[in-house]
């Protein structure tokens, strides 16, 4: 069993941590779910891949600023379950890849990916994270 190369747009299964879940003192997440891999770049002496992820929620988002509805079509295409889904721009979870909380896609042993997010739909959630960081509205977790 290998793991996915990480790229942007690729969506993976990833114990992500809230900003709230830390605050609180958390180290561990609630709950695994779906995440958009936002960068992925080689860093350092030993060619660490550095990893940015966006999360995938049900919730529907207080501030529509800080989500991006997934199109059901995808939702589909990417095999998630029937809800609505949201990507959230504001909060983000940065780690080096594999790491730890990269998780098998339920009935799916072997499986960390459920495919890529359309470009168009990439660059949405893109300018958008970089939106919410122009204005100071993102928290970002580093997840080592």
């Known amino acids: ?44 002496e030993h060619g660490d891949i550095r990893t940015l992820v966006a999360p995938i929620t049900h919730s529907v988002p207080e501030d529509p600023a800080d989500s991006l509805e997934i199109p059901a079509h995808v939702s589909r295409t990417l095999d998630l379950d029937g809800e609505r889904h949201w990507l959230r721009l504001d909060e983000l979870n940065r780690f080096s890849w594999p790491g730890f909380d990269l998780r098998h896609i339920p009935g799916k042993a072997g499986r960390y990916d459920y495919g890529t997010l359309p ?26």
């Open 119 to 144: 470009q168009a739909l990439f660059e949405q959630l893109r300018q958008g994270i970089l939106d919410r960081q122009q204005a100071r509205r993102g928290h970002t977790q580093d997840r080592g």
């Open 1 to 44: 069993m290998s793991f996915p190369t990480p790229r942007p747009g690729l969506v993976i299964r990833y114990s992500f941590l809230w900003s709230d879940e830390q605050d609180a003192g958390a180290e561990q997440a609630a709950k695994d779910r779906p995440c958009a891999i936002v960068v992925a770049v080689r860093k350092g």
